[in-house]
């Protein structure tokens, strides 16, 4: 009886977040329905900052997808045993922020009804072309790396499946740096820096948001993920956070070190010449809550455990949207440069820094991505058998 | 095999009425009239679309002999001057803008030497780059450049994803944010799309020599805007520039715009 009961609050549990998930994602639907008929006119993006907050939302999606794959490959293609019980829920993951991230893309359209147009009409020397193919053909392979993990028939297949997941994974995260990376006509990008930068970032925040999930699971399941595989997973974590703050430091060194970048690194850095905000949110977002605050969480003896490494990932995915916000919006708030050497002045904003605040439908848009994502995973894990069992193998032997 | 009855009923099975024939041939010659109706406009369309494609010019396509551009004297603009943007917003439909929502095809800008405070006033437009990163980005090949040098958006293939704005060095393109009435039947438009200065080329398609801003400019007797064929040795355009040192803006990236400046 005490069984079927469990079973029968399980069921209403599920159903609770499955009802959880879809409001979101409605609520989101709703915003993006409403910017369609409205236009972008609702948002507060206008022809300065081309693209807001829903980018934000979609790229932080997009890039932890590629990176949450980290902890399969590390599984599958490496060989790491206390790893491989983790893949399944790592190819879920991908795939489902996979599609949150692309719900957030496609409906920030101007014409999403058009989407369909980005296949029919291709133009190959489009990075964002090239991107049409990266995520599709992303989720096709992780689609045959969930099967090869789960049909016991296929399982042989499953460490090709899973270097061509890697393989895969490397090029769509070139793809989304390139989208910056190839933009000569900005101060903030055009840097081939863009594409490595883009991939170490992945690491991090897709471990983030695996730990996260993970810890979130055991936890609603009455488990506790062993001690040896939280250390591990933490200092993988730390080691990638240093590694982004690394290249984020290259990123804006260079760009101190340039005359002719100089104007830039001192609005993005110092706030010099307009909005501090930027400045102030990569100060504080980025170093101090998405790089030192987790270091310290995940490194300090005093303070490692469980809870800090919740903690941390928590502060990595802040960093990252602080990250993403100062990056994307800043970069397009900071004035082109058309006139070198002048101060240039107009009714469209030339040689000012551009002002914009996000308005609810863009917040309500981004964060129903994030509810797909959320619901894909809890249908995902109720449907398919992704709990990591390492800890029960461990108990029972 | 017994013959079959008249009517084409099947032997056993009731026989149809004779009106019933008369219905069936009504209905095949409704469905006949029908489908004439429904496909003879569109082989008519087609027939019209052939003949523009083949014509010749006014009217027949792009000649890829020709590359249309703008020389913009700024020693002739005057500040505070915007014959050339009122002339834009009235010949294309924008209205007055006013919001950075709304849609600039031309702006005028005032820049000033930051070393010697020496000043100028200019319209910045869509340059019409011979390697106009715009079209390069766009996923879905709607920004595109006619063989006569115009960089257009193809307003039935743009899906309004503004990667085109993120690449444009000359903030030229704007994105329609609202709904839109009363668009003129020259220039097409629409919410979710991006659009930018076509070099007025419904007026050149026509066969006409000049834009609505060079034109203006011209009418307010500062003639600082010289539309023209930068291919023709012997055009007005390519003299002056042989004449007079130009500039290309952001000429560091090598674009080869279409539009060159003189004096700054």
């Not at chain 2, 520039?241 to 400046?261: C, K, M, S």
């Amino acid at each position: 009886m005490d069984s079927l009961a469990a079973a029968r609050h399980e069921t209403r549990n599920y159903w609770i977040l499955v009802a959880a998930g879809l409001l979101v994602t409605g609520i989101g639907l709703l915003a993006a329905h409403s910017m369609e008929v409205h236009g972008h006119a609702i948002t507060g993006m206008d022809n300065s900052i081309v693209w807001g907050l829903p980018h934000v939302f979609a790229i932080f999606m997009i890039v932890a997808a590629s990176g949450v794959l980290n902890v399969a490959s590390i599984g599958s293609v490496f060989g790491q045993a206390a790893y491989k019980p983790r893949a399944p829920l790592s190819g879920l993951l991908c795939l489902a922020l996979l599609a949150g991230g692309l719900m957030v893309l496609m409906l920030d359209l101007g014409r999403p009804e058009r989407v369909i147009v980005a296949a029919t009409h291709y133009n190959f020397r489009s990075v964002f072309a090239w991107n049409v193919i990266l995520y599709s053909g992303m989720a096709a392979i992780i689609a045959v790396y969930l099967w090869t993990m789960f049909e016991r028939r296929m399982n042989r297949w499953s460490k090709p499946a899973g270097i061509a997941a890697l393989i895969w994974r490397f090029v769509l995260t070139t793809g989304t740096g390139s989208i910056f990376g190839f933009l000569v006509a900005r101060q903030a990008y055009q840097s081939a820096l863009l594409a490595p930068l883009f991939i170490v970032l992945s690491f991090g925040w897709g471990l983030a948001v695996f730990l996260l999930v993970q810890s979130t699971m055991y936890a609603w399941n009455g488990r506790e993920l062993p001690e040896s595989i939280r250390a591990r997973l933490s200092r993988l974590l730390a080691v990638f956070v240093a590694a982004s703050a690394y290249l984020v430091a290259v990123y804006h060194l260079t760009n101190l070190y340039y005359a002719r970048q100089s104007e830039f690194a001192g609005f993005i850095l110092f706030g010099r010449g307009g909005d501090a905000l930027y400045a102030v949110l990569f100060w504080l977002g980025f170093v101090v809550l998405g790089s030192v605050l987790p270091l310290a969480l995940l490194l300090a003896p005093r303070l490692r455990s469980a809870r800090a490494t919740i903690a941390a990932a928590l502060a990595v995915i802040g960093g990252a949207f602080a990250f993403l916000y100062v990056f994307i919006i800043g970069g397009q708030a900071f004035p082109l440069e058309i006139f070198p050497g002048h101060a240039a002045s107009s009714a469209f904003g030339d040689g000012q820094v551009a002002r914009y605040a996000p308005r609810l439908p863009e917040w309500l848009l981004g964060i129903g991505g994030l509810g797909a994502a959320f619901l894909l995973t809890i249908v995902g894990v109720r449907v398919l058998d992704v709990m990591p069992h390492d800890d029960l193998a461990a108990g029972q032997g | 095999m017994s013959a079959r009855p008249p009517g084409g009923g099947t032997p056993g099975k009731p026989q149809p009425a004779p009106e019933s024939a008369a219905r069936r041939a009504w209905l095949g010659v409704a469905a006949a009239g029908l489908a004439g109706v429904v496909l003879a406009p569109g082989i008519r369309l087609i027939e019209v679309a052939q003949a523009q494609s083949t014509g010749g010019s006014p009217g027949g396509g792009a000649d890829p002999k020709v590359r249309w551009g703008l020389l913009i004297d700024t020693t002739r603009c005057a500040s505070g001057c915007t014959e050339c943007v009122d002339a834009c917003n009235r010949e294309n439909g924008l209205g007055t803008p006013s919001r950075s929502t709304d849609a600039r095809w031309i702006r005028k800008v005032e820049i000033k030497e930051i070393r010697t405070g020496r000043t100028a006033s200019l319209p910045v437009m869509c340059q019409h780059c011979a390697s106009p990163p715009c079209v390069d980005v766009c996923p879905t090949g709607a920004s595109f450049k006619r063989a006569d040098g115009i960089v257009l958006v193809d307003r039935h293939t743009c899906i309004g994803c503004r990667y085109c704005m993120m690449a444009c060095p000359y903030k030229a393109r704007s994105f329609v944010h609202e709904p839109l009435t009363g668009q003129l039947p020259d220039v097409p438009r629409g919410k979710g799309c991006v659009e930018s200065c076509t070099l007025c080329v419904h007026r050149i398609d026509r066969g006409e020599k000049t834009t609505a801003c060079a034109q203006a400019c011209t009418q307010a007797g500062h003639g600082a805007i010289v539309f023209g064929d930068l291919n023709d040795p012997a055009s007005e355009i390519s003299r002056r520039i042989r004449e007079i040192q130009t500039t290309q803006l952001r000429a560091d990236l090598r674009l080869d715009p279409g539009v060159r400046y003189h004096g700054i």
